[in-house]
């Protein structure tokens, strides 16, 4: 059995589906009985797809026509 | 032509390097985007931004007959602009010069406090300007270390390798930065996202079947 220690530094790797199987069952068995791991997997998860999905840094409207304009010296 | 409709990068780096010099602007219409917010996730100052991303192409233009095509020219053109948002950050910030991130680099020390449960669906519940927002504060308030891995892993997906070669720093210590860096936003975010007392009890007592 692995312990919470282990679970939180194993955590990242886990996500990114980076560890054996035998590391993944055993954080799962883990993650099924031990409620603040349950919950740091979980929410971990959901912070990395809420900043993949969220338009996080977009590019302000005018930045692309003044970047084109800036560079395009150096074709004209 | 086929072939002509949408030439790899290599190709427009090839064209360019024989004459075609207006074929950059592809290249700039493909990358601008990535550049932009790994810089602004570094700066945090859109007009600081604005003038390092002009630089940042400007010296991969410049500089294109070194490109060897070992690397993506998309990751070389990131290390050009990270290199170039870092010049910014000292030359306004000098006292923070040597200041990436000696500290606690290793993940043992940290240790998570928020252990609530989130509501569920939190995209949804807060409009997506907002949960942006909140995204963009809780990546400037990483330390610059952590902020360089999280930006190139999670914002702009590359791969741990990847990261790591762009950054210059061993695959270890990517992963172990990656793992505080998604902590402390996890962290930032929780109190945003976090479920009420009493619906954590009525979740636990549901799992518990009572």
């Not at chain 1, 059995?1 to 679970?7: G, H, L, N, T, Y």
């Not at chain 2, 550049?35 to 630089?55: K, S």
């Not at chain 2, 500089?63 to 060897?68: E, Q």
């Not at chain 2, 990847?162 to 402390?184: E, F, I, P, V, Y």
């Amino acid at each position: 059995m692995i312990d919470c220690e282990q679970v939180l530094q194993e955590l990242s790797n886990y996500l990114d589906s980076d560890v054996t199987e035998q590391l993944r069952q055993q954080i799962e068995e883990h993650i099924h009985s031990c409620g603040n791991c349950k919950v740091l997997v979980d929410t971990t998860r959901e912070t990395l797809q809420l900043v993949a999905g969220e338009k996080v840094l977009e590019i302000p409207h005018g930045v692309s026509t003044r970047l084109l304009e800036r560079l395009s010296v150096l074709w004209k | 032509m086929q072939a002509d409709a949408s030439p790899d990068d290599m190709e427009l780096v090839r064209r360019i390097l024989v004459g075609e010099k207006e074929c950059f602007a592809l290249l700039v219409e493909r990358h601008e985007r990535s550049v932009f917010r790994i810089v602004q996730g570094i700066l945090g100052n859109t007009a600081d931004t604005e003038e390092v991303l002009q630089e940042s192409f400007l010296n991969a233009f410049t500089h294109l007959g070194g490109f060897r095509g070992e690397a993506q020219f998309r990751t070389w053109l990131i290390r050009i602009a990270i290199n170039e948002a870092r010049k910014k950050v000292r030359k306004y910030k000098p006292q923070l010069h040597d200041s990436i991130d000696e500290t606690e680099e290793d993940g043992r020390n940290y240790r998570p406090r928020e252990l609530r449960d989130w509501q569920p669906n939190p995209e949804q519940r807060m409009a997506s300007k907002e949960v942006a927002g909140l995204m963009e504060r809780a990546i400037q308030a990483l330390l610059r270390g952590y902020r360089e891995v999280f930006l190139l892993r999670d914002v702009e997906q590359l791969s741990s390798q990847q990261a790591a070669d762009t950054l210059g720093l061993s695959l270890s210590a990517t992963k172990t930065r990656l793992l505080r860096a998604r902590l402390m936003v996890r962290e930032y975010l929780s109190p945003h996202f976090r479920q009420r007392w009493h619906q954590g009890l009525l979740s636990r007592l549901k799992q518990r079947g009572e």
